[in-house]
């Protein structure tokens, strides 16, 4: 299996294929804005938090893959803000979260196999393309887990899906 298919893979199993692992669109569907914003506690996130904090670095290192103009690193909680969340916010947030996993998988399937084994340009430290782009479906998975884990504990997850 080549790098490129193998993040194709990754991407498909992160964005709506199913897989042993439930996929983002699955672990978003039919959510109310109240299971968007609940929280377990104070200290925990929500699932919209959770989704911002996704689109924000999907679509920075999306940017950055495309080479085009990233904006200054920003510390990572500001990524988990929700604030003046509306139904359609979030609406608007999950279309934006699927159609950037769909450009990941277009742009992936558009590149080369020589560049996904290039070092990545102006990055702090040694990484090769394809590295950093299955650290960042890793990172899509990880979070799927804690939407779900979110809706398990708000009663929200309906585990026949």
């Given at each position: 299996?080549?790098?490129?298919e ?7 199993v ?11 669109s ?17 200290g ?88 950093a ?7 899509n ?21």
């Open positions: 299996m080549s790098k490129k193998f993040l194709l893979d990754q991407l498909a992160c964005r709506n294929e199913d897989s042993w692992i439930q996929p983002l699955t672990a978003l569907k039919g959510l109310s804005l109240e299971n968007v914003l609940w929280k377990q506690n104070e925990s996130h929500s699932i919209g938090e959770i989704a911002k904090h996704l689109h924000f670095y999907n679509e920075r290192w999306l940017k950055r893959f495309k080479e085009e103009e990233v904006s200054p690193p920003v510390e990572n909680p500001i990524t988990f803000s929700a604030e003046g969340f509306t139904e359609m916010k979030w609406q608007e947030l999950v279309q934006q979260l699927d159609e950037g996993l769909a450009e990941w998988q277009q742009e992936i399937e558009a590149a080369s196999e020589s560049k996904l084994h290039q070092q990545i340009p102006h990055f702090p430290v040694d990484a090769l393309w394809w590295g782009i299955s650290n960042l479906c890793t990172h998975t990880y979070h799927i887990g804690q939407i779900i884990y979110i809706r398990k504990a708000q009663g929200s997850w309906n585990s026949k899906e």
